[in-house]
C-alpha cells in the first residue's frame, strides 16, 4: 500500500531554505504523479508544486514559481520539496499527494496523503 510520510520541516528566517522529503514507506510509486500542497490555520489547502510520474514536467504556483523546486527519485521513492527565499508567508503545514499517472492542481484529485509537516518562517 502507499504510504507518504513528510520530513524536513522547521522553524527557518525569512530567506533562509528548507528541502522537504516525501517519502514512500509501503510500495514503489513510480507511475504515481506526486504533488505538493499547503495549508495555513483558517485557510484552505492550495497548491504548491507536482511532478509527472517521469519527472520529465513540472508546474508551480505563481506564488512560488522561481523560489521552490519539486523533484523526485524514483529508485528511493521519494519526492523533494527545495524551498528557498522563504517568506512569513510561506508558513503553513506542507503535505505531500500521490494520484496514479497524471497530477492535477486540486486536492480532491488526490488519493494518497502524507501526515504533513510544519513549515515556519519567522521575519
Known amino acids: 500500500q502507499v504510504q507518504l510520510v513528510e520530513s524536513g520541516g522547521g522553524l527557518v528566517q525569512a530567506g533562509g531554505s528548507l528541502r522537504l522529503s516525501c517519502a514512500d514507506t509501503g510500495r514503489a510509486f513510480s507511475t504515481y504523479a506526486r504533488a505538493w500542497f499547503r495549508q495555513a490555520p483558517g485557510k484552505e489547502r492550495e497548491f504548491v508544486a507536482v511532478i509527472t510520474w517521469s519527472g520529465g514536467s513540472t508546474n508551480y504556483a505563481d506564488s512560488v514559481k522561481g523560489r521552490f523546486t519539486i523533484s523526485k527519485d524514483n529508485a528511493k521513492n521519494t519526492v523533494y520539496l527545495q524551498m528557498n527565499s522563504l517568506k512569513p508567508e510561506d508558513t503553513a503545514v506542507y503535505y505531500c499527494?500521490?494520484?496514479?499517472?497524471?497530477?492535477?492542481?486540486?486536492?480532491?484529485?488526490?488519493?494518497?496523503w502524507g501526515q504533513g509537516t510544519q513549515v515556519t518562517v519567522s521575519s
Open positions: 499527494a500521490a494520484r496514479p499517472y497524471s497530477g492535477s492542481y486540486y486536492p480532491t484529485a488526490y488519493d494518497h
